[in-house]
């Protein structure tokens, strides 16, 4: 009889770890600051031992609000600010393990400061299951 051999796990063998975060009553004049949540996503890629490519490159919206994205050697890393309701959106995506895009998604929680949090993880691009 043949044993078939365990799957690995997602985090073992997707490409791309994708961390989707939806963060809830923040302070609005922080989610206007652009200066800062640049420094988070910076700050968040050195918790992770991950390596921003450039410097945060930063569009503001004419009446209020920011995205802010950062190119990482491992992928990239985005925000995107709604002050008005208190809420930021963000999207750390890293072919680095996903303990390190944990991190970065801890880091970016704490300094933000949210009331509530919702968070996804999504493993993508498994490779091995589509080889011919």
């Known amino acids: ?3 078939v051999a365990p799957r690995k796990a997602p985090t073992e ?6 961390v989707m975060l939806d963060m809830y009553g923040l302070d609005p ?6 200066d800062r949540i640049g420094e988070i996503l910076t700050g968040a890629a050195a918790a992770a031992s991950l ?6 490159a930063i569009y503001r ?8 994205f950062l190119p990482i050697r491992e ?6 600010t709604y002050p008005e309701h208190g809420y930021a959106s963000a999207d750390i995506v890293s072919c680095a393990l996903a303990e ?19 968070s996804k993880i999504v493993y993508r691009g498994f490779l091995e299951d589509n080889e011919s």
């Not at 004049?29 to 652009?34: H, I, S």
């Not at 992928?75 to 995107?80: G, L, N, P, Y």
């Open 61 to 68: 919206y004419p009446k209020q609000g920011l995205t802010v």
């Open 75 to 80: 992928s990239h890393f985005a925000i995107h």
């Open 51 to 56: 390596h921003p490519l450039a410097e945060p």
């Open 100 to 118: 390190r895009a944990n991190r970065a998604r801890d880091f970016v929680v704490n300094r933000l400061g949210a009331r509530h949090v919702e």
């Open 13 to 18: 063998s997707a490409v791309l770890t994708h």
């Open 29 to 34: 004049a922080a989610l206007n600051d652009a």
């Open 1 to 3: 009889m043949h044993k």
